[in-house]
């Protein structure tokens, strides 16, 4: 998509600090990290969230989520907690799907 930022950011228009790569996936840091660890993993495809992932594309979700398991493994995090936030009345500001990693630090539930 056009005037996506992550889009650009999948095609390297935008540098990132990427720390995972395949064929459908780039995880990269958050610009304004809320853990030690603070990675983004989305993919290169434009999904605007996950409120549109349905039967036709829900291994996009699951290559999601074992990217970002390999890099909680790889970065031997103790734990982690991995959120989407779907619409912006949910917190999300940047309307293509991805999936934050946030490790390194003790958490609190339920979230604000
Ligand atoms: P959302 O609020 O949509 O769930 O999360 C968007 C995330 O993207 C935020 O945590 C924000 O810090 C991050 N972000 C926004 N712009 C950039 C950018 O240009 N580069 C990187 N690496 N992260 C960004
Ligand atoms: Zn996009």
């Not at 600090?17 to 990675?39: K, M, R, S």
């Not at 992932?53 to 970065?75: E, H, M, P, T, Y």
Request: glycine share 8%; hydrophobic share 40%.
């Amino acid at each position: 998509m056009d005037d996506c930022l992550f889009c650009k950011i999948a095609t390297k228009q935008i540098p990132s600090a990427i720390v995972y790569e395949d064929d459908g996936i780039l995880a990269f840091n958050d610009i304004a990290p809320q853990a030690p660890t603070h990675v983004l993993i989305i993919p290169k495809t434009h999904i605007e969230s996950t409120s549109e992932i349905d039967q036709s594309n829900k291994g996009i979700a699951a290559d999601i989520i074992a990217a970002a398991s390999k890099i909680a493994r790889d970065l031997n995090l103790e734990g982690h907690r991995l959120v989407f936030n779907s619409g912006e009345i949910a917190g999300q500001s940047v309307f293509h799907l991805h999936c934050h990693l946030l490790g390194g630090r003790a958490m609190k539930w339920p979230p604000g």
